[in-house]
């Protein structure tokens, strides 16, 4: 079982940065393509950025292109994700997510296992 727990989340300025951290307390992730979504009020979940398993391919949203890096240290069972620049509009809960398969990887319903999120809040 795949037990994810995010943590890093706050509020922070337009134009700082952020970084939160995605951790698993079961299974080990190393096989696993990690995925950060998120969701702001009113809003659907949508893809943020994900990372396959070895680190070696990464997608991103435009929305956030050039702003966040997705990154991943299997040693210690943790994905990252560095928030540079942010702006009011990055205001949601931010989770992540788990796929063993990893063929689709921006597809949210190719996620098997999602933590319970952490709030980030970009204050204009």
């Known amino acids: 079982q795949v037990q994810l727990v995010e943590s890093g989340g706050g509020l922070v300025q337009a134009g700082g940065s952020l970084t939160i951290s995605c951790a698993s307390s079961?299974?080990?992730?190393?096989?696993?393509?990690m995925g950060w979504f998120r969701q702001a009020p009113g809003k659907e979940r949508e893809f943020v950025a994900a990372?396959?398993?070895?680190?070696?391919?990464?997608y991103y949203a435009d929305s956030v292109k050039g702003r966040f890096t997705i990154s991943r240290d299997n040693a210690k069972n943790t994905v990252y994700l560095q928030m540079n620049s942010l702006k009011p509009e990055d205001t949601a809960v931010y989770y992540c997510?788990?796929?063993?398969?990893?063929?689709?990887?921006?597809?949210?319903?190719?996620?098997?296992?999602w933590g319970q999120g952490t709030q980030v809040t970009v204050s204009s």
């Open positions: 997510a788990a796929d063993l398969l990893g063929t689709r990887m921006t597809h949210r319903a190719e996620y098997e296992y």
């Open positions: 079961g299974r080990t992730l190393s096989a696993y393509t």
């Open positions: 990372i396959r398993w070895n680190g070696g391919i990464t």
